[in-house]
């Protein structure tokens, strides 16, 4: 008897524990277009598949790719998503099936600062299917992280309890169920044709203060994931392009000697792993009939409007070809 | 390895487990493997400086033993012994100052003299030093004969490096943790439960209290200037940020330890219940008070010098004064020493000067205060005067605070007029106080109130163990169930009040 | 032993020394009030006190503290 309720302690702890995460991940964390990646990646086969940042969610249709190019293409970029992201990323895409391509979008902000600690840097993790991949990457990633971001999902978002019955809605209804992408229209984006669909607003952006590149600061993990990953391709016989998605010219002009030097670095960089790196800032690489204007983008850092990503993936799709 | 790190969590785990799996004659040697994969975890260049004070004290302790048997007088083997000491002091201490106070020192000259000397990129082993004073201890007890050489360089290491208190403490002594460390320890559910109950208090203070109250202290130490009005929430939120921080850090530490079947020493004693300095000093960070109180105020005040010193000043001032007044001296040492251990800059040496002259002065007027106190009929023991010291005792404590959390002596200073001159809490509400990843202040009320609840919890708690309660004997009589409430109620407060840990995730005193 | 009561009670006043035991255990002698003793100590008894000697078992009570005088006094 005194032994039963001894093991009865802890294992009416750990289930009190887990069905009170389960109904708070369920209540506090919002829908997110990251469900849908994950379950595209394991319900359709893709031939091309970009990984990267904000920069390549905003500036990659993989619908104008696929169209152009007769490949099927999925876009995996992300706000927040490191070399490290990216490599395991790619690992759970080969489960299902190994692509023929690569495209990785370089920001040399996320070779030079250190991975955040917020919801949307755990939201990989969090929607990845169960896998061999997802125990791989929690050893690397989830490990270091405060213990709350790996054992409480729902940690990071507890300060949406004010929208918990939106959130609930939401869940609830058809369109959660069918992956569908109604709930992220916002008024000036949406999720649609496979990447994040920036409605042009004209007129002047705000100057802000922006982590370019620094070298002193390298993130050594990012650098030694991005090898990971590109050795990952070479022994798979996946073709891997790096590229650098536009950037206003404004930008460009006020931070030249940033921008110059993180291409030279990385063109040397890449060419060391023996990978082509496309820099579409780079004089040679400009794309005709591309407004580079401040106005045209959404911001000042360079997320491009739903327009111009279109006429960037239709020259990327050209490059590619 | 951060304390609140998954990675932390697993490895702890791990240690734990196999401990009472394998044989206990190996145990002490599970703990030394686990010990140094933890240090070297940390940066495995760093690893030669706790290998090198380890090796150094070790066989100076050896070596110290050995003494009498090659000299032929006692005169003779107190100065092989003492020099055998120096040369350990000096080239541990020496490592500590090298790194700790070159750029400091360096800051300094180029400030004095206008020089542009580039400081030095020096590398910081952690916990430097927990373990430098913790083996000086050691060195400085087979000195006076008060323990004896450990002779298995092996566990001498262990004493070194016991990876729960390496990086912030308690600093252990030899003779109590020592033994500890090598016995074997059988499975004791009770004994785990309590170290269990008292790491999820810990993490609770830190993450629960501690770091939501340095949201607001950030802010207002950060910039004085805008929120002018505050310096007295600012400095109240210090005191609630350094205690949690810090005390919430040993109560994991100490958990861990309990894991293990090792008690180590308590390091705080609710402080802010504290009537003096002097009491506050045997109440915060007990340890290092202990240490510097037999290592060097004792040695200080019985020092050749000032017992020389003592005899002019009882000649001078009278035998009272006399008396007191070399202690003293001794006394605002080891407060500078206090000051300087936490940090390499003119606003801790300040700090430190401060506590010593504080509890120089109150030994020196003793006596008076025993004659004022007879005169006006004031009882020790009378609750209204007992309050009274200790509300004095917490502003003097506070007044502190703004030297050790300000940027400079000179914020510190400005930071205490305005507290005088501007109070104005509707500043709260302004915005840049940002919780979280809101910005504005929408949560400001939210940690305020989580702040305000904790600390009435931590208040109750205390005043129960200050008359003596013993809280976690009184929670391990309650049935399962009341138990589980509170370890599921503890465990879920952690991520749905708690704040994250920082970017570094660490505890304050993790630096030093 | 009169002198040594003499001097406790001039250094610290209302606390028993001819019975109580626990001088340090209980907190009556701080670190102020033991070394103003090991000072009187010295000058009333021409001995050297040193750091080694300063442990708990010789000030808890008076009687361990003239002990560790006459000790003293013989080496």
Same mark, same amino acid.
């Given at each position: 008897?005194?032994?039963?309720?001894?093991?009865?302690?802890?294992?009416?702890?750990?289930?009190?524990?887990?069905?009170?995460?389960?109904?708070?991940?369920?209540?506090?964390?919002?829908?997110?277009?990251?469900?849908?990646?994950?379950?595209?990646?394991?319900?359709?086969?893709?031939?091309?598949?970009?990984?990267?940042?904000?920069?390549?969610?905003?500036?990659?249709?993989?619908?104008?790719?696929?169209?152009?190019?007769?490949?099927?293409?999925?876009?995996?970029?992300?706000?927040?998503?490191?070399?490290?992201?990216?490599?395991?990323?790619?690992?759970?895409?080969?489960?299902?099936?190994?692509?023929?391509?690569?495209?990785?979008?370089?920001?040399?902000?996320?070779?030079?600062?250190?991975?955040?600690?917020?919801?949307?840097?755990?939201?990989?993790?969090?929607?990845?299917?169960?896998?061999?991949?997802?125990?791989?990457?929690?050893?690397?990633?989830?490990?270091?992280?405060?213990?709350?971001?790996?054992?409480?999902?729902?940690?990071?978002?507890?300060?949406?309890?004010?929208?918990?019955?939106?959130?609930?809605?939401?869940?609830?209804?058809?369109?959660?169920?069918?992956?569908?992408?109604?709930?992220?229209?916002?008024?000036?984006?949406?999720?649609?044709?496979?990447?994040?669909?920036?409605?042009?607003?004209?007129?002047?952006?705000?100057?802000?203060?922006?982590?370019?590149?620094?070298?002193?600061?390298?993130?050594?993990?990012?650098?030694?994931?991005?090898?990971?990953?590109?050795?990952?391709?070479?022994?798979?016989?996946?073709?891997?392009?790096?590229?650098?998605?536009?950037?206003?010219?404004?930008?460009?002009?006020?931070?030249?000697?940033?921008?110059?030097?993180?291409?030279?670095?990385?063109?040397?960089?890449?060419?060391?792993?023996?990978?082509?790196?496309?820099?579409?800032?780079?004089?040679?690489?400009?794309?005709?009939?591309?407004?580079?204007?401040?106005?045209?983008?959404?911001?000042?850092?360079?997320?491009?409007?739903?327009?111009?990503?279109?006429?960037?993936?239709?020259?990327?799709?050209?490059?590619?070809? | 390895?951060?304390?609140?790190?998954?990675?932390?969590?697993?490895?702890?785990?791990?240690?734990?487990?196999?401990?009472?799996?394998?044989?206990?004659?190996?145990?002490?040697?599970?703990?030394?493997?686990?010990?140094?994969?933890?240090?070297?975890?940390?940066?495995?260049?760093?690893?030669?400086?706790?290998?090198?004070?380890?090796?150094?004290?070790?066989?100076?302790?050896?070596?110290?033993?050995?003494?009498?048997?090659?000299?032929?007088?006692?005169?003779?083997?107190?100065?092989?012994?003492?020099?055998?000491?120096?040369?350990?002091?000096?080239?541990?201490?020496?490592?500590?100052?090298?790194?700790?106070?070159?750029?400091?020192?360096?800051?300094?000259?180029?400030?004095?003299?206008?020089?542009?000397?580039?400081?030095?990129?020096?590398?910081?082993?952690?916990?430097?030093?927990?373990?430098?004073?913790?083996?000086?201890?050691?060195?400085?007890?087979?000195?006076?004969?008060?323990?004896?050489?450990?002779?298995?360089?092996?566990?001498?290491?262990?004493?070194?490096?016991?990876?729960?208190?390496?990086?912030?403490?308690?600093?252990?002594?030899?003779?109590?943790?020592?033994?500890?460390?090598?016995?074997?320890?059988?499975?004791?559910?009770?004994?785990?439960?309590?170290?269990?109950?008292?790491?999820?208090?810990?993490?609770?203070?830190?993450?629960?209290?501690?770091?939501?109250?340095?949201?607001?202290?950030?802010?207002?130490?950060?910039?004085?200037?805008?929120?002018?009005?505050?310096?007295?929430?600012?400095?109240?939120?210090?005191?609630?940020?350094?205690?949690?921080?810090?005390?919430?850090?040993?109560?994991?530490?100490?958990?861990?330890?309990?894991?293990?079947?090792?008690?180590?020493?308590?390091?705080?004693?609710?402080?802010?219940?504290?009537?003096?300095?002097?009491?506050?000093?045997?109440?915060?960070?007990?340890?290092?008070?202990?240490?510097?109180?037999?290592?060097?105020?004792?040695?200080?005040?019985?020092?050749?010098?000032?017992?020389?010193?003592?005899?002019?000043?009882?000649?001078?001032?009278?035998?009272?004064?006399?008396?007191?007044?070399?202690?003293?001296?001794?006394?605002?040492?080891?407060?500078?020493?206090?000051?300087?251990?936490?940090?390499?800059?003119?606003?801790?040496?300040?700090?430190?000067?401060?506590?010593?002259?504080?509890?120089?002065?109150?030994?020196?007027?003793?006596?008076?205060?025993?004659?004022?106190?007879?005169?006006?009929?004031?009882?020790?023991?009378?609750?209204?005067?007992?309050?009274?010291?200790?509300?004095?005792?917490?502003?003097?404590?506070?007044?502190?605070?703004?030297?050790?959390?300000?940027?400079?002596?000179?914020?510190?200073?400005?930071?205490?007029?305005?507290?005088?001159?501007?109070?104005?809490?509707?500043?709260?509400?302004?915005?840049?106080?940002?919780?979280?990843?809101?910005?504005?202040?929408?949560?400001?009320?939210?940690?305020?109130?989580?702040?305000?609840?904790?600390?009435?919890?931590?208040?109750?708690?205390?005043?129960?163990?200050?008359?003596?309660?013993?809280?976690?004997?009184?929670?391990?009589?309650?049935?399962?169930?009341?138990?589980?409430?509170?370890?599921?109620?503890?465990?879920?407060?952690?991520?749905?009040?708690?704040?994250?840990?920082?970017?570094?995730?660490?505890?304050?005193?993790?630096?030093? | 032993?009169?002198?040594?009561?003499?001097?406790?009670?001039?250094?610290?006043?209302?606390?028993?020394?001819? &019975?109580?035991?626990?001088? *340090?255990?209980?907190?009556?002698?701080?670190?102020? =009030?033991?070394?103003?003793? !090991?000072?009187? #100590? +010295?000058?009333?008894?021409?001995?050297?006190? &040193?750091?080694?000697?300063? *442990?708990?078992?010789?000030?808890?009570?008076?009687? =361990?503290?003239?002990?560790? !005088?006459?000790? #003293? +006094?013989?080496?």
């Amino acid at each position: 008897m005194r032994n039963f309720k001894r093991i009865l302690l802890p294992v009416v702890l750990i289930l009190t524990i887990a069905a009170v995460n389960l109904g708070l991940n369920y209540a506090l964390i919002p829908y997110s277009y990251v469900r849908i990646m994950m379950h595209q990646i394991q319900t359709e086969e893709y031939d091309t598949v970009f990984l990267g940042t904000s920069h390549g969610l905003n500036g990659i249709s993989p619908k104008v790719i696929t169209e152009k190019t007769g490949k099927n293409a999925v876009n995996l970029s992300l706000g927040g998503e490191y070399p490290r992201d990216a490599y395991y990323l790619l690992k759970q895409v080969c489960e299902k099936k190994k692509p023929e391509r690569v495209v990785y979008e370089l920001d040399p902000g996320y070779w030079c600062t250190p991975e955040g600690q917020r919801g949307d840097f755990n939201r990989i993790f969090y929607e990845m299917p169960a896998s061999l991949t997802k125990v791989e990457y929690f050893f690397a990633k989830e490990r270091e992280l405060d213990f709350r971001a790996a054992l409480f999902p729902w940690f990071y978002y507890r300060g949406q309890f004010r929208d918990m019955k939106e959130i609930i809605q939401v869940k609830q209804g058809e369109d959660y169920k069918n992956y569908g992408t109604a709930a992220f229209w916002d008024g000036g984006q949406e999720f649609a044709d496979g990447f994040l669909r920036n409605t042009p607003v004209p007129g002047m952006k705000e100057e802000k203060d922006l982590v370019l590149w620094k070298e002193a600061d390298r993130n050594e993990d990012s650098f030694r994931y991005f090898e990971k990953l590109a050795s990952f391709c070479k022994k798979r016989n996946i073709e891997l392009i790096v590229v650098t998605t536009p950037v206003p010219a404004e930008t460009l002009e006020k931070y030249a000697k940033e921008f110059q030097e993180a291409d030279a670095f990385f063109q040397e960089y890449l060419e060391r792993l023996g990978l082509e790196y496309w820099n579409y800032n780079c004089t040679e690489r400009k794309i005709a009939d591309f407004d580079y204007s401040l106005n045209a983008f959404t911001d000042y850092e360079g997320h491009m409007n739903v327009q111009q990503a279109e006429a960037f993936s239709a020259q990327l799709a050209e490059d590619l070809w | 390895m951060s304390l609140i790190s998954m990675e932390f969590l697993l490895f702890v785990l791990l240690a734990a487990a196999g401990y009472y799996l394998i044989p206990s004659k190996y145990q002490w040697m599970w703990l030394l493997a686990f010990s140094y994969i933890y240090y070297i975890s940390g940066g495995f260049r760093v690893t030669c400086f706790l290998i090198f004070t380890t090796v150094s004290t070790y066989l100076a302790g050896v070596w110290m033993e050995k003494v009498p048997e090659g000299v032929q007088d006692k005169k003779e083997e107190k100065k092989r012994k003492k020099q055998i000491l120096a040369g350990t002091l000096v080239l541990n201490f020496g490592v500590l100052g090298v790194l700790k106070y070159t750029n400091f020192v360096i800051g300094t000259v180029n400030s004095i003299s206008g020089g542009d000397f580039e400081p030095l990129q020096l590398l910081l082993p952690l916990g430097i030093s927990f373990y430098t004073f913790q083996s000086m201890g050691y060195i400085l007890d087979i000195y006076w004969g008060r323990s004896q050489a450990e002779h298995n360089l092996f566990r001498f290491a262990l004493f070194v490096s016991f990876f729960p208190q390496i990086l912030q403490g308690p600093i252990g002594r030899f003779g109590s943790l020592g033994k500890q460390l090598y016995a074997s320890h059988s499975f004791e559910i009770d004994r785990l439960e309590r170290g269990f109950l008292r790491i999820l208090w810990g993490y609770f203070k830190k993450m629960v209290i501690a770091d939501n109250a340095v949201i607001f202290v950030n802010a207002i130490f950060d910039h004085p200037d805008i929120y002018d009005g505050l310096g007295l929430v600012g400095v109240l939120a210090y005191s609630v940020q350094l205690y949690c921080d810090f005390s919430g850090g040993m109560d994991v530490v100490i958990g861990i330890a309990d894991l293990f079947g090792i008690r180590l020493d308590e390091n705080f004693k609710r402080p802010y219940f504290a009537v003096s300095i002097t009491d506050f000093w045997h109440r915060w960070h007990i340890t290092l008070g202990t240490w510097m109180k037999d290592y060097v105020f004792y040695p200080v005040s019985l020092s050749g010098w000032m017992k020389s010193f003592s005899k002019f000043a009882k000649k001078s001032f009278g035998k009272q004064i006399g008396r007191t007044l070399p202690i003293c001296v001794a006394n605002l040492i080891v407060f500078l020493v206090v000051g300087v251990w936490h940090g390499a800059a003119w606003k801790f040496i300040v700090y430190g000067f401060y506590n010593g002259l504080i509890i120089a002065f109150s030994g020196l007027m003793a006596p008076s205060y025993r004659k004022w106190k007879k005169a006006l009929h004031i009882s020790d023991d009378s609750k209204g005067f007992y309050l009274f010291q200790m509300f004095r005792t917490f502003v003097l404590v506070n007044i502190s605070w703004y030297f050790d959390r300000a940027g400079d002596v000179k914020t510190a200073f400005l930071m205490m007029k305005n507290t005088l001159t501007k109070f104005d809490l509707r500043q709260i509400l302004e915005p840049g106080i940002e919780i979280g990843e809101a910005s504005g202040t929408a949560y400001t009320m939210i940690a305020l109130a989580v702040i305000l609840g904790g600390c009435v919890l931590l208040f109750f708690v205390s005043v129960l163990q200050e008359n003596g309660k013993d809280l976690t004997a009184i929670f391990a009589r309650q049935n399962w169930l009341v138990k589980a409430v509170v370890y599921a109620c503890l465990i879920l407060l952690l991520p749905m009040l708690g704040q994250p840990s920082g970017e570094a995730g660490g505890f304050i005193y993790a630096q030093f | 032993m009169e002198k040594l009561l003499e001097i406790l009670e001039d250094i610290q006043p209302d606390a028993d020394y001819e &019975t109580c035991e626990t001088l *340090i255990d209980d907190g009556i002698l701080d670190s102020f =009030a033991i070394l103003s003793i !090991v000072s009187e #100590l +010295q000058d009333e008894f021409g001995i050297t006190i &040193t750091p080694a000697d300063i *442990i708990p078992e010789n000030f808890n009570s008076a009687k =361990a503290l003239y002990a560790m !005088v006459e000790r #003293l +006094q013989a080496e």
